[in-house]
């Protein structure tokens, strides 16, 4: 008798088949994007020491308080599955010396971690891109990651990604915000929840993040940010603003806007849309001048985003604008005689001349018209078919599996060019043809 089956962890997702081409479709828009940008991949472990996260990202955060996958190794070190990617990204350039007095720019990819109630958009496992400068200061590279996403967005076709951005100021300025919100809501200590009360002490710009509706009067009449900016944090907001004015890239100023992590300074930015339901932000980031220097590196400016796969893949999904990245093109049906063999051969051939087609040859026999049914299912656009004549005449048959247009005929020794043709026109789906 079989056992029980054993059933993935709650939160933690198979990615099919089904939903390859919009994660492929990303994926590549994402590389390419990245590298027109001057952006170079970095690949960074998915286990770090939990200290890493308790010091970049905020002891007093929902991350490090509730939601890490922490344990001890069997050497007895506590470590963490990563819940973000910036921290490790720091520790692996200062590490490696990359960092001081010099910039760069990187960008990685993966798996994150976070214990979090597992809803549509919202895993305990999920995926983002991220992308990280290092050693620029000023505004201009700021609105440059902006208009960056905005490129990702065009790119992938999507429509109604609504930018919020705002200031939080240097580490000294949020340091006297702090203050001034921690007289605010130590008079109205009645109306905050619990886990606000707690964050009062240690953390009072926490409460402004509360997920929490009925904390929602209180905290919108908390004092402003805005009022405790300094000079130069002012100018560089402006600057950032003006950047996305002259690029014709639409933001509002969320003056609530805090982020989820501690690292934070001036510029934030958050990427939200309305078809998602509740888990709204596709991407967000923003500057953390003071994160290099915390984790023992020399200080230096830095600034980035990441974006949630799931939940851009849900978008691409539901506006239907991904090309097929993944259904054969073509579906290699054949039959009698010494047509196998050939099929075989041919279909080696053709990939030797098309890198980038996706053959399938049938295997395991059939009569034609099984064959024609698993090309059908396949997705292929194309049927090649070979039979016992057209095996001794040295030609095949394209039948157009998709749309309604002739059978033809070509010699073996045509149709790599003849298959070349069709991947570049406007059924091939080519992998490079979306908008830019
Ligand atoms: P974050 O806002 O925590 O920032 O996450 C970035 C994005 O990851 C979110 O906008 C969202 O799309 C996605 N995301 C977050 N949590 C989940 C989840 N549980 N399920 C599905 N998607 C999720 C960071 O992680 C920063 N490291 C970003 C950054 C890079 N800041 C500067 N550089």
Redesign the pocket.
């Known amino acids: 008798m079989s056992g029980r089956g054993v059933r993935s962890i709650r939160g933690m997702n198979d990615i099919l088949p089904g939903d390859a081409s919009a994660w492929q479709t990303l994926e590549r828009v994402c590389r390419e994007t990245f590298a027109a940008y001057g952006y170079q991949p970095i690949r960074l472990p998915l286990l770090e020491r939990t200290e890493l996260f308790t010091r970049a990202v905020g002891e007093v955060t929902d ?1 490090v308080e509730k939601e890490m996958y922490t344990f001890e190794d069997r050497g007895g070190d506590s470590v963490s599955l990563r819940p ?3 921290a490790g990204c720091v520790r692996a350039g200062i590490e490696h010396g990359l960092l001081h007095n010099q910039v760069q720019r990187f960008w990685y990819a993966g798996p ?1 971690f ?1 214990y ?1 109630r597992p809803q549509k ?4 496992q ?1 995926h ?1 891109f ?3 400068a290092y050693g620029l200061i000023g505004p201009d590279v700021d609105a440059e990651q902006i208009a960056l996403c905005a490129r990702l967005w065009r790119r992938l076709g999507l429509t109604g990604l609504r930018l919020e951005i705002n200031s939080l100021g240097t580490v000294e300025e949020r340091q006297d915000y702090r203050r001034e919100l921690m007289a605010y809501f130590s008079d109205r200590v009645d109306e905050l929840d619990e886990d606000s009360r707690r964050r009062l002490e240690r953390n009072p710009m926490r409460i402004l993040d509360s997920k929490n509706p009925e904390m929602r009067p209180v905290i919108a009449a908390a004092p402003a940010f805005e009022d405790s900016l300094g000079p130069e944090s002012r100018e560089h907001f402006d600057g950032l603003r003006a950047r996305l004015d002259a690029m014709g890239i639409d933001y509002t100023v969320n003056p609530r806007l805090v ?3 501690d690292y934070y300074t001036r510029t934030v930015f ?1 990427w939200l849309t309305d078809q998602l339901g509740a ?1 709204d ?6 500057r ?1 001048d003071g994160l290099v220097d915390q984790l023992g590196g020399s200080p230096t400016p830095a ?6 796969v ?2 851009l893949v849900a978008l691409i999904q539901d506006q239907g604008t991904a090309p097929d990245e993944v259904a054969p093109h073509a579906y290699l049906v054949h039959r009698g005689g010494d047509a196998g063999r050939d099929a075989m051969l041919l279909a080696e051939t053709l990939r030797d001349a098309l890198p980038h087609l996706r053959l399938h040859t049938h295997a395991g026999g059939g009569s034609f018209k099984s064959q024609f049914k698993r090309a059908d299912r396949s997705g292929a656009a194309l049927a090649l078919v070979m039979g016992e004549e057209e095996a001794a005449q040295g030609v095949v048959q394209i039948k157009h599996l998709r749309v309604d247009q002739e059978t033809e005929q070509v010699g073996r020794d045509e149709l790599p060019d003849r298959l070349g043709r069709y991947l570049a026109g406007p059924g091939g789906n080519d992998e490079h043809k979306e908008q830019r």
Do not use: K, P
């Not at 932000?281 to 923003?286: E, K, M, P």
């Open positions: 991350i973000e990617g910036t994150m976070r979090e958009g919202r895993y305990r999920f983002q991220g992308v990280e982020r989820g992590l958050e888990q932000a596709v991407c967000s980031g923003g953390y600034v980035g985003f990441a974006l949630g799931e939940r």
